[in-house]
């Protein structure tokens, strides 16, 4: 299955390295100035740097000509264009199966990415998302890498899942989509969480209590919506965040590490240089939080640290502040 992966960033182009290796991988971004260059180097140097594409990659600046060359469409963009996106898209998709590897939800409106998609290109078109703990740079490298792509389509799921499968790269396939792209979210904001407190070097017992707790509220958010419990406690869920708050490639945990430092928020943005899903994330998890009356205590903070309502020492003080309660209700 030929795929058209839409943005060329650093996780766009990986998954597009990573479909390449098994077959013809049309790869678009949306400035021409930037295909032309990798047309020319065969690099993503901006994004990732050093990486030679596979002779399979064919860099492209015409979106209806990717498109109609492939068999099916994989979108890589941060979750606040994902709709812009679909729109600019979908007049090319006809029939052809949607995939998306974007996380978080849509900004303002709080929806899941696959009911972004429905409501753009229908409920019954196959649709499917890549998710789990995966960093770019390990994938373009070749690093064994596993991942899960969730479905409303048995078949497109598998069709997803052998495009990209290889003895570097192994995928799961599950139908629960609205756990697999609740656990990719939420791991962004305890990732902005366990960065912080690292940034303040509050040592590794601090570090251990957050991921073991944030788990808790991701499960009891999981719950009142209805999710799986084994998809959050699998590769989208568990898996994601573990690798978003103790890698160093994070974006979220490099913003939480700067904050907690005492940087600006926007001094951290200029820094890192790419979209920090976690910020507009920690907006969207407070209010499913108030919706279905679940308690998030460490997702609330790092909402008011981000938000300039407390300070990170202020935030860590209220939470160890707490009254003693039973681990498990």
Same mark, same amino acid.
């Given at each position: 299955?030929?795929?058209?992966?839409? @943005?060329?960033?650093?996780?766009?182009?990986?998954?597009?390295?990573?479909?390449?290796?098994?077959?013809?991988?049309?790869?678009?971004?949306?400035?021409?100035?930037?295909?032309?260059?990798?047309?020319?180097?065969?690099?993503?140097?901006?994004?990732? $740097?050093?990486?030679?594409?596979?002779?399979?990659?064919?860099?492209?600046?015409?979106?209806?000509?990717?498109?109609?060359?492939?068999?099916?469409?994989?979108?890589?963009? /941060?979750?606040?264009?994902?709709?812009?996106?679909?729109?600019?898209?979908? $007049?090319?998709?006809?029939?052809?199966?949607?995939?998306?590897?974007?996380?978080?939800?849509?900004?303002?409106?709080?929806?899941?990415?696959?009911?972004?998609?429905?409501?753009?290109?229908?409920?019954?078109? $196959?649709?499917?998302?890549?998710? *789990? /703990?995966?960093?770019?740079?390990?994938?373009?490298? @070749?690093? /064994?890498? !596993?991942?899960?792509?969730?479905?409303?389509?048995?078949?497109?799921?598998?069709?997803?899942?052998?495009?990209?499968?290889?003895?570097?790269? %192994?995928?799961?396939?599950?139908?629960?989509?609205?756990?697999?792209?609740?656990? *990719?979210?939420?791991?962004?904001?305890?990732?902005?969480?366990?960065?912080?407190?690292?940034?303040?070097?509050?040592?590794?017992?601090?570090?251990?209590?957050?991921?073991?707790?944030?788990?808790?509220?991701?499960? %009891? !958010?999981?719950?009142?919506?209805?999710?799986?419990?084994?998809?959050?406690?699998? !590769?989208? *869920?568990?898996?994601?965040?573990?690798?978003?708050?103790?890698?160093?490639?994070?974006?979220?945990?490099?913003?939480?590490?700067?904050?907690?430092?005492?940087?600006?928020?926007?001094?951290?943005?200029?820094?890192?240089?790419?979209?920090?899903?976690?910020?507009?994330?920690?907006?969207?998890?407070?209010?499913?939080?108030?919706?279905?009356?679940?308690?998030?205590?460490?997702?609330?903070?790092?909402?008011?640290?981000?938000?300039?309502?407390?300070? /990170?020492?202020?935030?860590?003080?209220? !939470?160890?502040?707490?009254?003693?309660?039973?681990?498990?209700?």
């Amino acid at each position: 299955m030929k795929f058209a992966v839409i @943005g060329a960033g650093s996780w766009g182009t990986a998954l597009a390295i990573q479909l390449a290796r098994n077959g013809t991988t049309y790869l678009w971004g949306r400035k021409p100035q930037h295909i032309d260059e990798m047309q020319k180097s065969r690099k993503n140097q901006k994004y990732l $740097p050093g990486i030679v594409f596979p002779d399979n990659i064919i860099p492209e600046k015409d979106l209806e000509k990717a498109i109609s060359s492939s068999d099916a469409v994989l979108v890589v963009s /941060p979750s606040h264009a994902f709709a812009e996106i679909l729109k600019k898209i979908t $007049p090319y998709l006809q029939e052809r199966p949607l995939a998306w590897a974007s996380k978080g939800f849509e900004p303002g409106s709080g929806r899941f990415l696959h009911q972004v998609a429905e409501d753009i290109i229908g409920k019954d078109h $196959p649709m499917a998302l890549v998710t *789990g /703990p995966s960093f770019a740079k390990d994938v373009a490298e @070749g690093k /064994p890498t !596993l991942v899960t792509v969730a479905s409303n389509s048995d078949q497109f799921a598998r069709d997803v899942a052998y495009a990209l499968h290889n003895s570097q790269f %192994r995928v799961y396939i599950s139908h629960d989509m609205i756990g697999a792209e609740l656990g *990719g979210a939420v791991k962004n904001v305890l990732a902005l969480a366990t960065g912080i407190c690292d940034g303040m070097q509050l040592g590794d017992n601090t570090r251990a209590a957050i991921l073991t707790r944030g788990m808790a509220e991701m499960m %009891r !958010l999981g719950q009142a919506m209805n999710c799986k419990p084994e998809t959050l406690m699998g !590769l989208s *869920g568990l898996g994601d965040l573990v690798l978003t708050c103790t890698g160093d490639l994070s974006r979220n945990r490099r913003m939480g590490l700067a904050l907690g430092r005492g940087q600006s928020i926007e001094e951290a943005k200029t820094e890192i240089g790419q979209v920090v899903e976690g910020i507009n994330t920690a907006d969207e998890v407070m209010r499913l939080a108030k919706k279905y009356n679940v308690d998030m205590p460490i997702s609330e903070h790092v909402w008011k640290v981000v938000n300039g309502l407390m300070t /990170p020492a202020e935030a860590v003080k209220e !939470l160890m502040s707490r009254e003693v309660r039973q681990e498990f209700e």
